[in-house]
């Protein structure tokens, strides 16, 4: 499983389009990048993953650029229901643990 | 597929009593995973089955956690005896290929442990 980094929290406001950033300098070539979302007393759910450039999904979009030591996820116009904390995982496919970090903790205000 | 089912969903007993929390995975599913989470400690791997073997138990804390996967769609994990700080949010997730595949996760276990 590659380290990684990101926010520990944000706050954005409703209709706005968040942007989360997480580093992994040390993913492999062989690692995909995966996030999650977890709501208050939910257990995670998969949002999106990807190896390199873009893809989206009806939830969000995924940019990595051609180095991949970093992605973005980006959620259009947020409103208050994705208020939530937001995992980035990277590698998993090297021991098939799913180890999550710390997220980051989105808060959208009205 | 009703998905991952937990249960109970709520679970109360005193300290030194044994609990036991059940998953039944997604059917087909060959991986299956349990989780603590704790405000703390955030969400910690426990251990995680494939084809019903266990294959990493080393984020088991002690020996009083144990977990067991007696068939593709059951699996249990047992503490005993309970202590107070297991209190926490306990989930079962399964995928279809591995780590790197979707995972899903159950309604989670709120135990208190008084």
């Known amino acids: 499983l590659a380290k990684t980094t990101q926010p520990i929290s944000m706050d954005s406001y409703e209709g706005q389009e968040v942007n989360i950033t997480c580093s992994h300098n040390n993913i492999a070539t062989n690692d995909y990048i995966t996030w999650y979302q977890q709501f208050p007393s939910q257990g995670p759910r998969f949002i999106i993953q990807?190896?390199?450039t873009k893809v989206t999904n009806e939830v969000a979009s995924l940019f990595i650029p051609a180095d991949r030591k970093s992605s973005t996820l980006s959620l259009p116009r947020v409103s208050l229901s994705d208020t939530a904390v937001y995992y980035c995982?990277?590698?998993?496919?090297?021991?098939?643990?799913?180890?999550f970090g710390k997220g980051t903790r989105l808060h959208i205000l009205p | 597929d009703a998905g991952v089912i937990q249960s109970p969903r709520h679970e109360v007993t005193e300290m030194g009593q044994e609990v036991t929390l059940r998953c039944k995975p997604i059917s087909g599913h060959d991986y299956l995973f349990w989780y603590r989470q704790t405000m703390m400690r955030g969400l910690e791997l426990l251990i995680y089955?494939?084809?019903?073997?266990?294959?990493?138990d080393s984020g088991m804390p002690e020996d009083r956690f144990s977990a067991k996967m007696p068939n593709a769609s059951f699996s249990t994990l047992k503490i005993q005896p309970s202590e107070p700080r297991d209190s926490a949010v306990y989930f079962c997730a399964s995928t279809l290929q591995g780590g790197n595949t979707e995972a899903f996760f159950g309604q989670g276990t709120r135990l208190t442990v008084v």
């Open positions: 990807g190896y390199k």
């Open positions: 995982l990277v590698g998993m496919n090297r021991d098939d643990k799913i180890i």
């Open positions: 089955f494939n084809n019903n073997v266990p294959i990493d």
